[in-house]
C-alpha cells in the first residue's frame, strides 16, 4: 500500500537528530525481526569491513530484538571495532519515518519469501544492495545490487560500490526503484494480474 509510504522531511531530521547522526552521515539501513534466516550478523560483519574505510558511515537497525539488550547482537557488533558507528533501535510503529532516515537499505537474509522491506525501501525511493535470496533479485532488478547470500566481503563490496556513488547518482538510483515499485508492485497491480487470471480461467461468458 504505497499511500501508506510517505514521512516528511522534517520527520527525517527529527530522527537523525534523535538519534544524533551529523548532518554528512550517510546512513546504511537494516529493518526486521532477529532471527537466524534474516542473518543480521552478516550485515554487522558487511558493516564493519565499511566503517573501517568510511568515516561518515552510520548503521541504522530496526526491528524486534535489534536493541542493546540483545546480547548476541551486542557481541557481533563489538567484534567489528566500530559499535559507536551503530544506531539501533528496536521494534518501532513508525517504518516510513525510519526508511526515510536512511540513504541506503540493505537486506542480507541467508532465505526469503517476497521480501516485502525491500518493496518499502524502494517505494520510500532507497537504493537497495541485497542477498539472492527468494525474489529479493527478481523485486529490484536493474534498480539495486544484489549479491551472494552468506557473502560478507561481497555485501561490504556491494554497498562500498553504492556509497561510492555520488549523492545524486543515489537518489536517481532510489527513484528508479520508487517508479519499478510503483508500476509492478502495488495493490492496484497486484488486483490487475488477479483480475487477469481470472478472466483467461474462467470460460467465456461464465461471469
Known amino acids: ?12 531530521n527529527t530522527l537523525r537528530l534523535q538519534c544524533s547522526l551529523e548532518h554528512d552521515a550517510v546512513v546504511i539501513g537494516y529493518l526486521g525481526r532477529f532471527h537466524p534466516v534474516k542473518d543480521q550478523q552478516n550485515f554487522v560483519r558487511a ?8 568515516a561518515n558511515t552510520r548503521l541504522m537497525m530496526v526491528g524486534s ?25 528496536g521494534e ?9 532516515a536512511m540513504d541506503v537499505f540493505c537486506l542480507s537474509s541467508r532465505t526469503e519469501g ?24 527478481m523485486l529490484v532488478a ?16 556491494a554497498l562500498e560500490s553504492v556509497l561510492a556513488m555520488a549523492p545524486d547518482a543515489r537518489r536517481q538510483m532510489g527513484q528508479r526503484a520508487k517508479e519499478r515499485v ?5 495493490m492496484k497491480r497486484a488486483c490487475e494480474r488477479f483480475d487477469s487470471i481470472y478472466q483467461q480461467a474462467m470460460p467465456q461468458g461464465s461471469i
Open 92 to 100: 518501532r510503529t513508525d517504518v516510513p519515518v525510519c526508511l526515510s
Open 65 to 89: 530484538q535489534l536493541d542493546a539488550s540483545n546480547l548476541q547482537l551486542a557481541e557481533w557488533i563489538r567484534a567489528t571495532g566500530h559499535a559507536d558507528r551503530f544506531v539501533l533501535l
Open 1 to 12: 500500500d504505497l499511500a501508506r509510504l510517505r514521512a516528511s522531511d522534517e520527520q527525517r
Open 114 to 137: 517476497f521480501p516485502n522491506v525491500v518493496a518499502e525501501a524502494m517505494a520510500m525511493g532507497l537504493p537497495c544492495v541485497v542477498t539472492d535470496v527468494g525474489d529479493a533479485a
Open 182 to 186: 510503483t508500476t509492478e508492485f502495488s
Open 47 to 54: 558493516a564493519g569491513f565499511l566503517a573501517g574505510q568510511r
Open 142 to 157: 536493474d534498480t539495486g545490487v544484489v549479491v551472494p547470500k552468506e557473502d560478507s566481503r561481497a555485501l561490504a563490496a
